[in-house]
């Protein structure tokens, strides 16, 4: 059984990461940290959670919780992961679902966060798409888990760039649930801002953009670049990303399917729709899937790819929770298997 810690666990991740886990076969959650809840019962706070998860809030004890938990999952803003990674290191293993360990190059990660990471280096950690590192997640002691944008994106971009079919240079369109906004109130989340209103916001100047820029650069083997525009929409949950490559020659659509029928062909959350089928948020709705589709533009030589997840799920939580069922040898989809809510 594996023992639990979640710091930050009254935002919308930390929630998703207690909906999981409380029915997790080989999982057990003993630490629950939250400074604004501190010593209520989690249930209280969210009643959603009645007979599934009575744990106790408490406040951040990183001797205690080293002490008690197998991994520790951080669902906290940027900075915290790292001294909470650099103290209890060697004593129990961390699942960062913020941006503390997504990067190659600290100097990057400084100029678009916060944090203050003086020996990043020194920290081994492992960029957390399952799809594409599993092997090296599994001896990790310390998880980056990815964004939820930059997961949709990579995804579903992955198989053309190392293919070389496609040009390296991208154009990603994004849209976004409000859940994707994060749970403290602000004026892009308010109701009235959000219903029956669509927005473009961070154009061009989005954190998430170098992440994405990290990752297909080393899965195209050179320098990528992308435009990356996001967008929120009046829905709760779920994430579109619309790709724009220019296809380097003229191809099929049907040799564009094989290609991502084999890349994926082992991924359990990965589903590839045939040519001529579109996905769409609610076909993953509550569920750790993606789903790629895609088109070609044969007047524009144009291939159009289209990734959806849950951006609570696939996005955050329940792909962190696919990182720890790696790192302790439990099989993938425990506590993950899913069908997606419909309607």
Known sequence: MVRVGIFGATGFTGIELIRILSKHKDAKIVYLS????????????????EGFCENKLEDMDLEKAASVCDVLFIALPSGYAYEIASKTLRKVKVIDLGADFRFDDYSIYKEWYTGNCDEYDKI??????PELYRETIKKAPIIGNPGCYPTSAILGLAPALKSGIVEHNVIIDSKSGVSGAG????QINMYVECNNNIRAYNVAKHRHRPEIEQELTKIAGQNTRVIFTPHLTPMTRGILSTMYCNLKKETRIEDVYDIYKDFYKDEYFVKVLKPGNYPATK?????????????????????IIMSVIDNLIKGASGQAVQNMNIMFGLPENTGLDMVPTIP
């Open 124 to 129: 081994e950690r492992v960029y957390g798409l």
């Open 183 to 186: 749970h403290s109130p602000n």
């Open 34 to 49: 939250s400074q604004r809840y501190n010593s209520r019962v989690i249930s209280d706070v969210y009643p959603s959670l």
């Open 283 to 303: 076909n993953v709705y509550d569920s750790n899937f993606c789903q790629i589709g895609f088109e070609i533009d044969k007047h524009a030589n144009t291939l």
